[in-house]
T-cell receptor, first 115, second 116 residues
Framework: AQTVTQSQPEMSVQEAETVTLSCTYDTSESDYYLFWYKQPPSRQMILVIRQEAYKQQNATENRFSVNFQKAAKSFSLKISDSQLGDAAMYFCAYRSANTGNQFYFGTGTSLTVIP | EPEVTQTPSHQVTQMGQEVILRCVPISNHLYFYWYRQILGQKVEFLVSFYNNEISEKSEIFDDQFSVERPDGSNFTLKIRSTKLEDSAMYFC??????????????FGAGTRLSVL
């Protein structure tokens, strides 16, 4: 089975600074999707960014970008110019491109933004 | 922006009681999911549902669990006889299409179930 590991339970960043959240995964598949979801306190999990494994180019969405290293099975999230509204739990997730729709999640990283 | 809504936000129940967790998926979505997260652990897949039947389920989803779409808008998760270890945050999700390349799941805020 696929596993997703987030080794940083908590992270903090100064407002306007950059922070990188780590995620590694284990799979024998070659075709899959990776996601970062953000969950503010008591709110929905919101999709932040998505990466297709067949694409070499790293996905970017405004201040959010990923460093996707397929060989290393690493998928880190970089948040630039951090804002107070970025404070949330961040979940990394994996989904197969061929077998089923279920997501495999990491345990999450709680990000604090310091004013 | 459309949202997946879950009620209640927190449910407290006695061990052995039945609970029903409710979800209203995004209105044009056709695929529905339940996940759970035990405190300090990973979010785990429970079940997916399409066309009024279960399409996938995990080992966690045993005979104590059932899902239903009773009225075309709600999607419910029933736990027949709750155990202490069922205490967790339960997330509902929905997606518009099945085509895997476009399957983005939208999640609700979760229902925290506390079994005493």
């Amino acid at each position: 089975a696929q596993t997703v590991t987030q080794s940083q339970p908590e992270m903090s960043v100064q407002e306007a600074e950059t922070v990188t959240l780590s995620c590694t995964y284990d799979t024998s598949e070659s075709d899959y999707y990776l996601f970062w979801y953000k969950q503010p306190p008591s709110r929905q999990m919101i999709l932040v960014i998505r990466q297709e494994a067949y694409k070499q180019q790293n996905a970017t969405e405004n201040r959010f970008s990923v460093n996707f290293q397929k060989a290393a099975k690493s998928f880190s999230l970089k948040i630039s110019d951090s804002q107070l509204g970025d404070a949330a739990m961040y979940f990394c997730a994996y989904r197969s491109a061929n077998t089923g729709n279920q997501f495999y999640f990491g345990t999450g990283t709680s990000l604090t933004v310091i004013p | 922006e459309p949202e997946v809504t879950q009620t209640p936000s927190h449910q407290v129940t006695q061990m052995g009681q039945e609970v029903i967790l409710r979800c209203v998926p995004i209105s044009n979505h056709l695929y529905f999911y339940w996940y759970r997260q035990i405190l300090g652990q990973k979010v785990e897949f429970l079940v997916s549902f399409y066309n009024n039947e279960i399409s996938e389920k995990s080992e966690i989803f045993d005979d104590q669990f059932s899902v239903e779409r009773p009225d075309g808008s709600n999607f419910t998760l029933k736990i027949r006889s709750t155990k202490l270890e069922d205490s967790a945050m339960y997330f509902c999700a929905s997606s518009e299409v099945k085509v895997l390349a476009k399957n983005i799941q939208y999640f609700g805020a979760g229902t925290r179930l506390s079994v005493l």
